[in-house]
């Protein structure tokens, strides 16, 4: 069966591009209302396809924004049901003139399929489809019970699928959650990633005078409220870069000693790192390496601030207002509610005098956390070995999807994520690509994996 699929990927290949290249022509982004119907017609291209591929009880579901396509075949009896997630909406291409080639005519160089969503997910979902269809092809059926569930609002945060997953609980009912969404470390190195780190953003506006003053007449009289804000922002850490909120770390689950060897097996090149990103020295918690400071440690980070005059030149006044914007990236046992109240306590108990403090809450994701040596985790890992012939990395990532934690608190059930893109391929940048090598490998563990997880036993 092994060699029968592996031919007819093979075989199909050019095939399988160019529907590819269909799927890419259409402009599905959520972000843009202008490009509304295009990703309805990206949601009736995916329909459409599944159904070619023999897939059942093919549906797109609408919701308050854009639809959801739904797709099932559960024909294996006493196997495995596993749900596939992904994304076919894609983001906005600006700025179009650092586009080699236009963003929505996908093109083919080097070794890479050039197009917006090539790799961030239409490229990867495909996968999936084309999995599908080989085996059905090869062996005439799946040898485990496949549901499908894409959703064109991923890059707007996803804001009905949590609601969607609640409503149709029993719809969605699987023993495991598969997303291809993610990539790996670097070429020719498979990549599982069993954890994500969860989110909590803020914006802090702090208010003084009711105008902007000149400062000849009244500095030294009146607090700045640009001062203020530095003042307040300097005490969330230490000189050493911890995180100095009463309770920030109380409930942060430490690393076990398997995962610590994990992730120092990678042999991570730090001094490389630095170089790329031409700093003087890397900074961060004492005590962590790199790799534990941005998968497994929680973070405090300023990501913006505004105050005063910004224009040419020089104005002597003492702004009246001042604000930044703030997010903690967040680890499993740390809960977004409560690492927001504790902020608020801190920042009304470090508050400057002379100035008015007001906290907004923006963004939370829970963090998730799937423990690496679970079964359908290594049974990813040795599909991997099967096709690139190397061992599979075992990392988390320092980023957020907060729909996986909506999945797992929703639907109980353990999280795969299995990505084929790799760092450098520009997804949410000018000249997204996709390298040729992981979709046609990729498509190959799609197909070992789903044989091997039709072995485990998910009571």
Known sequence: MEQNFQQYLNHHRNSHLEQLKEFLKIPSISALSEHKEDVKTAAEWLKTELSKIRMENVQIFETDGHPIVYADWLHAEGKPTVLIYGHYDVQPVDPIDLWETPPFEPSIRDGKIFARGASDDKGQVFMHLKAVEALFETVGRLPINLKFIIEGEEEIGSPNLPRFVEEHRDLLKADLLVISDTGMIEKGKPTICYGLRGLCGLQIDVKGAKTDLHSGQYGGGVQNAAHALVQ????????????????????????????????????????????????????????????????????????????????????????????????????????????????????????????????????????????????????????YEKVYGVKTAFTRSGGSIPIVADFDRILRIPVVLMGFGLPNENFHAPNEHFHLENFEKGMETICHYWQDVSTLDFR
């Open 232 to 383: 307040l922002l300097a005490s969330f850490h230490d000189k050493d870069g911890k995180v100095t909120v009463e309770g920030f770390y109380d409930q942060v689950l430490p690393l076990t000693d398997e995962e610590k060897e994990a992730f120092r097996s990678l042999n991570t090149d730090e001094e490389q790192i630095r170089q790329e990103l031409g700093v003087p020295e890397l900074f961060g918690e004492k005590g962590f390496s790199f790799n534990e400071r941005t998968w497994v440690r929680p973070t405090l980070e300023i990501n913006g601030m505004a105050s005063g005059f910004q224009g040419e030149g020089i104005k002597t006044v003492l702004p009246s207002e001042a604000t930044a914007k703030i997010t903690c990236r967040l680890v499993p046992n740390q809960d977004p509610s409560e690492i927001y109240e504790l902020l608020v306590k801190h920042i009304e108990a470090n508050k400057p005098a002379g100035v008015t403090v007001s906290v907004t809450p923006f963004d939370k994701g829970t963090p998730f956390l799937t423990p690496f040596d679970h079964p359908a985790i290594q049974a990813a890992g040795r599909a």
